[in-house]
C-alpha cells in the first residue's frame, strides 16, 4: 500500500499507469490496495476513473517522506542486514511444525 501512496504522491493517475508503474503487481492486487486506501479515506476516485489522494493521504505520504529519505541515505546497511536475517528462513520456522 505505501508504493501505491508514493506513486499517487506527485498527482492523480489511472488504474493502468498506476499498474505500470508498479511493476509486477498484478491487477486484482492493485484494485484490493486501492479499494482498502479507498475505504480508509487515504485515496479517492475521481469521476474520470483516476486516483488520487485524499488530504489525509497527502499528511501520510509526507510523514513517509521522511521514512523513505531516511531509507534512501542508507541503502547498503539495510540490504545487507536484510540478507543477514534471512527473514525467509525465519517466516519458513515458525510455520513448520514442531
Known amino acids: 500500500m505505501l508504493r501505491v501512496?508514493?506513486?499517487?504522491?506527485p498527482g492523480?493517475?489511472?488504474f493502468l499507469e498506476l499498474r505500470r508503474r508498479m511493476g509486477n503487481c498484478s491487477s486484482?492486487?492493485?484494485?484490493d490496495r486501492l479499494a482498502t486506501l479507498v475505504l480508509?479515506?487515504?485515496?479517492?476516485k475521481l469521476p474520470?476513473?483516476?486516483?488520487e489522494l485524499t488530504p489525509i493521504g497527502e499528511e501520510l505520504g509526507e510523514a513517509l517522506e521522511n521514512v523513505w529519505k531516511w531509507v534512501?541515505?542508507?541503502p547498503a546497511p539495510?540490504?545487507?542486514?536484510?540478507?543477514?536475517?534471512?527473514?525467509?528462513?525465519?517466516?519458513?520456522?515458525?510455520v513448520d511444525p514442531v
Not at 501512496?5 to 504522491?9: G, P, T
Not at 486484482?28 to 484494485?31: F, G, N
Not at 480508509?40 to 479517492?44: G, P, Q, R
Open 5 to 9: 501512496i508514493w506513486e499517487l504522491e
Open 12 to 14: 492523480p493517475l489511472g
Open 28 to 31: 486484482s492486487m492493485l484494485a
Open 40 to 44: 480508509a479515506e487515504v485515496v479517492t
Open 48 to 51: 474520470n476513473k483516476s486516483y
Open 72 to 74: 534512501d541515505a542508507r
Open 78 to 94: 539495510l540490504i545487507q542486514a536484510a540478507r543477514d536475517a534471512d527473514v525467509g528462513a525465519n517466516a519458513r520456522r515458525r
